[in-house]
């Protein structure tokens, strides 16, 4: 499967069909999936410790670390799509709601090529 076939709802039956088969569930509690996303999200940041920006684009691209990569970057991915469904959200529908608030508080023509968090004059003015 890859990124244009499968659906997020594949995803998420797949990440739930292996939950109900070890009889998780009941440990998949909101606070337990969002502690272990951190936890996972933490263990993907060792990977680029240390490492400069170049040094960090390199890395990515080296088979032997790029499989790593790739596993902790699925975790962050079975622990967001399982707290999604222990929560019942509708995660396509959160991230484009989130998308379309991001677009207002950043718009494009005022923070284009800029990472810099800082007030953006109002749009309605």
Same mark, same amino acid.
């Given at each position: ?78 622990? =967001?799509?399982?707290? %999604?469904?222990?929560?019942?959200? !509708? /995660?396509?529908?959160?991230?484009? +709601? @989130? =998308?379309?608030?991001? %677009?207002?508080?950043?718009?494009? !023509? /005022?923070?284009?090529?800029?990472? +810099? @968090? ?8």
């Amino acid at each position: 499967m890859a990124d244009a076939t499968e659906t997020v709802a594949d995803l998420r039956q797949a990440v739930q069909a292996f939950v109900d088969e070890r009889d998780w569930r009941h440990f998949h509690t909101p606070k337990n999936l969002a502690m272990s996303l951190a936890i996972e999200a933490a263990e993907l940041m060792e990977h680029f410790q240390w490492l400069d920006v170049p040094a960090s684009v390199a890395h990515c691209h080296d088979p032997a670390h790029r499989t790593q990569i790739a596993d902790e970057i699925a975790d962050v991915g079975c622990y =967001l799509l399982s707290l %999604a469904n222990a929560i019942d959200l !509708d /995660l396509s529908s959160a991230i484009r +709601e @989130k =998308l379309v608030k991001n %677009a207002h508080k950043y718009p494009a !023509d /005022l923070c284009r090529g800029k990472f +810099e @968090k800082r007030k953006l004059p109002s749009r309605d003015s």
